[in-house]
């Protein structure tokens, strides 16, 4: 074989794996869809369950999944970027730092439903929160806060040094500096990082298994110490749980449908998000 | 040389580690009020990592060590009790490549003011215009303030680096290689700029172009292998060297 016919093979495989790609990806939306358009209507978004999960909507669902995530970044935000910003601005490339980066990197690793039982185990119980919004959205913030600092690091870390150094040299303080010229520049990078985090957030199951989540409310959350439905824990519960399992699947597919979209929705706005950070460029 | 003109700083024994590694070996070297001083010398022989010290600028960079003195108008910038945003505010600085913020032209040429806590709007507007006289873009700028500086061409964008520094009115200005990245117009028209401020700053020059050093320069330093090989009036430097190596390095036989 000569070199060309070399290079010929090479693009021929990776063209190969792009297809693969696109076909399982293709698969999962069909079979999403095929099993779950048809139980979708304005009822189902916008009213509770009836009938044994059977009839009725997955709106308190909905709520509930919102919720928590919103919980989830409200905790999870500011101490993610205060942590990135003293790793990343303050103690640069000490030995102390790189232990700390490498914890925070096995923090990432670690199985969500390893934090779902820490969640039990520290708010549920210890700190007395029950299976509640709050304990939810405190176990899902400390799954995506490794995310959300990793995210954050590396949109600093992309901010050129001499745009500190030219702050600095016209008498700005290391603190102006991040906070007019640094964090600025990073915005796009780390919002990209955050609403990855969100989609994560409001699609996990196992965080919220024993610490929020419920299988049935008559209505809607009416303080952060309730219960919830959301809605990965209720396809869970429709496919494992109740006295129809024929008639819960098919609704199964309708709440994986939504979720599926509200995702993929979230992951279209962190693409836009950076796509305008490129345009913008950086110098 | 000295009696006739005021040293404004004065480097003693200044030694500087990268890690272990030596990269100045006790610089001795004075910096004349309202002169330009440029320091040349072939890649890494330590020319940048001293006027980097000028104001601080090397305190960035981690698991660096610094000994001696740099005294400006006597006092040793490297004394505790000494504040660096002061001295980086007095000692301004244009760097090797054009570093503009990822801000409009006006934003760029404000921020210095308003780090250092000027809020009135006519001053600011006034000192802009100014600093952008001074560094001769008003012209071609004064009617995009709100554009990105980044829409700037490079050479602009170098002049507006130098416009930004004039605004908190420094009274020292370090060029590090400011043409480095620049065509042959846009580094005459840099050259020009620098002539005429030493009128009323003092300048240090990096470079690497000696013909660049003779045409701006009023002294001249060559460097080698983080030693200061020789400092002389720039007329003497390019015509009766005294160490062999200076001669060497600027009829170009190495380097």
Redesign the interface.
Known sequence: MNKNQVQWLGFMFLSLTMVFILLVLGLILYFIIARGIHVISWEFLTQVPRRAMTQGGIAPALVGTFYLTIGAIIFALPIGLACAIYLVEYYPKSIVINIIRLSINNLAGVPSVVFGLFGLAVFVRFLGFGVSILSGSLTLGIMILPGIISATQEALLAVPQSLREASLALGATQWQTIRKTVLPTALPGIMTGVILSVGRAAGETAPIMFTAATFYTRGFPGSIFDQVMALPYHIYALMTEGTFPERQTAIAYGCALILLILVLLISAIAIILRQRQRQYGTV | MEQYDNVRIRAEEVRFFYGDKLALKDINLPIFENKVTAIIGPSGCGKSTFIRLL?R?NE?I??THFEGKILLDGVNIYDPDVDV??I??KV??V?Q?P?????SIFENLS??L???GIRDRHYIEERVIKSLEEAALWNEVKDRFNE?A?RLSGGQQQRL?IA??L??EPEVILFDEPCASLDPISTNRIEELIENLKQKYTIVIVTHNMQQAARVSDYTAFMYMGELIEFDRTEKIFTVPRDKRTEEYITGKFG
């Open positions: 104001n600028m960035l981690p698991n945003v002061a980086r505010r301004g600085m760097f490549k570093n503009p913020f990822p801000k921020y210095g308003k780090v250092n990105s980044l680096c930004r520094c605004t908190v």
